[in-house]
Antibody, heavy 121, light 107 residues
Framework: QVQLVQSGAEVKKPGASVKVSCKAFGYTFTNYAMQWVRQAPGQRLEWMGWINAGNGNTKYSEKFQGRLTITRDTSASTAYMELSSLRSEDTAVYYC??????????????WGQGTLVTVSS | DIQMTQSPSSLSASVGDSVTISCRASQSISNYLNWYQQKVGKAPKLLIYAASGLQGGVPSRFSGSGSGTDFTLTISSLQPEDFAIYYCQQSYSSPLTFGGGTKVEIK
């Protein structure tokens, strides 16, 4: 069955970078895109960006331009989200989610378990 | 960016009640609207895609409707496992945006 397994919690200092992995099981990794969404404590879900796992094309939210890099390793069926120049406001749970489509309408049908990233001095 | 506004932000209901949650987009999004359920400490779970499509494995007591700017999620006959936070999300244009959530609590 489809499963997305993310790497474990991280604690980082302000200014550092974090890289979160998302390993896919149960489907052909390159046939789907992967999105990254985060949720700060008590806040709504926030879309960060996505990657076409087949060709590696990416699209990022303007909010994270210059700080966010999403990559993938097709041989490992794994997507990565790297966020740099971390600040306290980046403390959040980060999720990967698979994208599927119905008549060009995209939706997130499977989600990773989430990775808590804490930014603190 | 397209703003998604949900109402109410929270509600109290009893097991067996019918519940309706609203989601309004700041501009027309056709039916590019999805609904998710999130329980405490868990990842969101897809319930409804393309405004009214029921995701596989989701009970039929969940239904969605709407098009353009106004959408609703209805839970008929609320069950104990339905107490959670519900989010709408538009996939019409980037950046994809989510509503602020509706917390469904036990009365």
């Amino acid at each position: 069955q489809v499963q997305l397994v993310q790497s474990g919690a991280e604690v980082k200092k302000p200014g550092a970078s974090v890289k979160v992995s998302c390993k896919a099981f149960g489907y052909t990794f390159t046939n789907y895109a992967m999105q990254w969404v985060r949720q700060a404590p008590g806040q709504r879900l926030e879309w960060m960006g996505w990657i076409n796992a087949g060709n590696g094309n990416t699209k990022y939210s303007e909010k994270f331009q210059g700080r966010l890099t999403i990559t993938r390793d097709t041989s490992a069926s794994t997507a990565y989200m790297e966020l740099s120049s971390l600040r306290s406001e980046d403390t959040a749970v980060y999720y990967c989610a698979r994208v599927d489509y119905y008549d060009s309408r995209g939706y997130l049908d499977f989600w990773g378990q989430g990775t808590l990233v804490t930014v603190s001095s | 960016d397209i703003q998604m506004t949900q109402s109410p932000s929270s509600l109290s209901a009893s097991v067996g009640d019918s519940v309706t949650i609203s989601c309004r987009a700041s501009q027309s999004i056709s039916n590019y609207l999805n609904w998710y359920q999130q329980k405490v400490g868990k990842a969101p779970k897809l319930l409804i895609y393309a405004a009214s499509g029921l995701q596989g494995g989701v009970p039929s007591r969940f239904s969605g409707s709407g098009s353009g700017t106004d959408f609703t999620l209805t839970i008929s006959s609320l069950q104990p496992e339905d107490f959670a936070i519900y989010y709408c999300q538009q996939s019409y244009s980037s950046p994809l945006t989510f509503g602020g959530g509706t917390k469904v609590e036990i009365k």
